[in-house]
Nanobody
Framework: QVQLVESGGGLVQPGGSLRLSCAGS????????VGWYRQAPGKGREVVAF????????NYADSVNGRFTISRDNAKNTVYLQMNSLKPEDTGVYYC????????????WGQGTQVTVSS
C-alpha cells in the first residue's frame, strides 16, 4: 500500500522558515516525479514545487521561486520542501504528490500538513 506522509508544518511568523517532509512507504520515491502542492483557504490546490525522478529538474511557482527549495534524500525515501522568507499568503495545507508532471498531479497524495504564517 502506497503511503505519503507529510510533516513539518506549523505556525510561523512572517519572514520565518519551515522544512516540510514527505516520507514514502510502500513506494520508492526516487523512481517518481514528486510535487508539492498547497491549498489556501477557499481556493483550489496549486503546485508550488516539483522535482523530477532523477532529481535533475526542479520547477517552482512564480510566487515561491527564490524562497522555496525542493530536494530529495533517497536514502531516507523522503522529499523535502525548504520554505524561507515565509509570507502570510503562503498559508495553507501542503500536500505531496507522487507520479505526476509539473502542474499535472499523479494519483498518490499524502494527507497534508498545515502551514500558517501569521504574526
Amino acid at each position: 500500500q502506497v503511503q505519503l506522509v507529510e510533516s513539518g508544518g506549523g505556525l510561523v511568523q512572517p519572514g520565518g522558515s519551515l522544512r516540510l517532509s514527505c516520507a514514502g512507504s510502500g513506494t520508492i520515491l526516487r523512481l517518481y516525479n514528486v510535487g508539492w502542492y498547497r491549498q489556501a483557504p477557499g481556493k483550489g490546490r496549486e503546485v508550488v514545487a516539483f522535482i523530477s525522478a532523477g532529481g535533475g529538474t526542479s520547477n517552482y511557482a512564480d510566487s515561491v521561486n527564490g524562497r522555496f527549495t525542493i530536494s530529495r534524500d533517497n536514502a531516507k525515501n523522503t522529499v523535502y520542501l525548504q520554505m524561507n522568507s515565509l509570507k502570510p499568503e503562503d498559508t495553507g495545507v501542503y500536500y505531496c504528490n507522487r507520479g505526476g508532471t509539473y502542474k499535472s498531479p499523479g494519483g498518490a497524495w499524502g494527507q497534508g500538513t498545515q502551514v500558517t504564517v501569521s504574526s
